[in-house]
């Protein structure tokens, strides 16, 4: 099959649903607590009662405006809102509200890596306000499928990106900027197991060189990043063996099935839009000008691409430094706030990908219940830097002490006897003493074999009890050694 993916050319576009962290719902104020009762979280609004009147949420406009102002997509405006009738077993009001000829964003990019490892734009075609639907459930009755609404009428907005992706990775990298962004933004916590970040692809293929696109599949149901890039996959091989042997992609909406790494067929669609759209006639237009634009944009926290600016090019770290620290956003900012303690980056990003996120994942904590602020952080550093303690004493003995009690990292290493010894008369003797118990060894080293020195070391250290200052003991024993 891979042969035959060299005739092909992969065409993707994905349809990202982000569920808003907003205390209650997109029309009503109903409750959005995720693992309520089922049905506990429902009013006459959501269950779309004769003579109720939905009002907007305006957190749910200045999330969107957030996401577009983070996306440089242009931000429309006059926003109208409009109903989407279609029959969906848990939306009680058989339509949902939404928008459809005026997206309250247009336009904005993320950026990816190609195949080459340069810097890819994925255009955004729009962003757009809406509710969710409820939740069927299928596998608890062995009769009946059962509805929970407590999600219907919780805001999302729907992502919308032009048909730009190109292969699975470079939808995985796509989705996991886009979480990466609400998650910064603090308007979604990006939980894909939780159904709080839904993804829609629409794959196809078509003939290298070819211009015109294929018929394409719309795969839903699928709960990871990992899973999105299997469905894309499998879908591209079903496409080509397809075309391959004669036959006609149908436009269809497929399900991803998990456990075998396939998709099947959900219904078939006669046309690329299967629903119909009329205004929403109880929401009057929302207006946004751009003062308020402003307002939400001095709001905004350092995104990724703010930092990994900053990290790259004032603190000169590297690409995967700054990529690996950027994945969270508190982690980020942590390390941000290091760096105004300390000019030793490269030391402070070890720190912080090393020491610091591995106690937070050995503890199982996030970065906000981590003890250890970063100008005692900072101080460890320092220790290092001045030769009073090795790097291997810092990570593994004194970063441990240092949380959960506000004794400086210098007060810590004198207490436990861990200052290194630097006294160049002092380590002298212990130099001549580790030379003189390997004579035989010292003729090897003279006669080519450089490596031995890590004997003479690792002898130096023992009897310095570890606290000799290794650059100082190596420069000692170089110099004993040449004599």
Not at 6 to 25: I, P, R
Not at 40 to 60: F, M, R, W
Not at 368 to 388: M, N, P, W
Request: with cysteine; net charge negative.
């Amino acid at each position: 099959m891979s042969s035959l993916r060299d005739k092909y050319e992969l065409v993707v576009g994905l349809e990202v649903h982000a569920q808003l962290s907003t205390k209650t719902k997109a029309y009503c104020n109903d409750s959005t607590e995720y693992g309520a009762s089922p049905n506990t979280q429902t009013s006459p609004i959501t269950l779309g009662h004769p003579g109720t009147l939905p009002k907007s949420n305006s957190k749910v406009i200045e999330y969107a405006v957030k996401m577009g102002i983070a996306c440089g997509s242009n931000i429309r405006e006059r926003n109208e809102y409009s109903r989407k009738n279609y029959f969906y077993p848990d939306l009680p009001k058989g339509y949902q509200i939404t928008q459809d000829t005026t997206p309250i964003c247009n336009g904005g990019v993320i950026n990816v890596k190609d195949a080459n490892g340069d810097t890819k734009a994925i255009n955004i075609t729009r962003i757009h306000m809406e509710e969710d639907a409820g939740k069927s459930i299928h596998d608890l009755d062995p009769f009946n499928s059962l509805v929970d609404l407590n999600r219907a009428g919780v805001a999302l907005i729907e992502i919308v990106s032009e048909p730009d992706i190109r292969s699975s990775d470079e939808a995985y990298q796509y989705l996991t900027e886009v979480r990466k962004l609400v998650r910064y933004l603090d308007i979604c916590d990006g939980n894909l197991e939780e159904g709080s970040l839904r993804c829609d692809a629409n794959i196809s293929v078509m003939l290298k060189g070819s211009k015109t696109f294929g018929n394409r599949a719309e795969v839903k149901n699928m709960n990871s990043l990992r899973n999105v890039k299997r469905a894309i996959e499998h879908e591209m091989d079903r496409q080509i063996e397809i075309l391959e042997n004669g036959g006609v992609v149908e436009q269809q909406t497929r399900s991803f099935n998990a456990n075998k790494g396939t998709t099947s067929l959900m219904r078939s669609k006669e046309d690329a839009n299967d629903y119909r759209y009329f205004p929403e006639p109880d929401l009057q237009p929302v207006h946004i000008n751009e003062d308020y634009i402003e307002k939400v944009k001095k709001s905004l926290p350092p995104l990724p691409k703010e930092l990994f600016r900053k990290f790259t090019n004032e603190y000169g770290l590297s690409d995967y430094d700054s990529n690996v620290i950027i994945e969270e956003k508190d982690i980020a900012l942590y390390f941000n706030e290091l760096c105004q303690h300390t000019k030793n980056y490269k030391a402070a990003a070890n720190f912080v990908n090393g020491s610091v996120k591995s106690y937070l994942n050995e503890n199982a904590i996030e970065m906000s219940q981590f003890s250890i602020s970063t100008k005692r952080l900072a101080q460890l550093i320092q220790l290092v830097d001045d030769g009073k303690v090795s790097n291997s004493v810092a990570t593994q003995k004194i970063f441990g002490e240092l949380i959960g009690n506000d004794i400086s990292a210098e007060e810590i290493a004198k207490k436990n006897n861990w200052i290194q010894e630097s006294n160049t008369d002092a380590l002298q003797s212990f130099v001549e003493e580790a030379i003189a118990k390997y004579p035989e060894k010292v003729l090897e080293y003279k006669a080519g074999k450089k490596g031995l020195i890590g004997l003479f070391m690792g002898e130096v250290m023992k009897l310095s009890r570890g606290k000799a200052d290794p650059k100082i003991a190596n420069q000692l024993v170089r110099e004993e050694l040449e004599k």
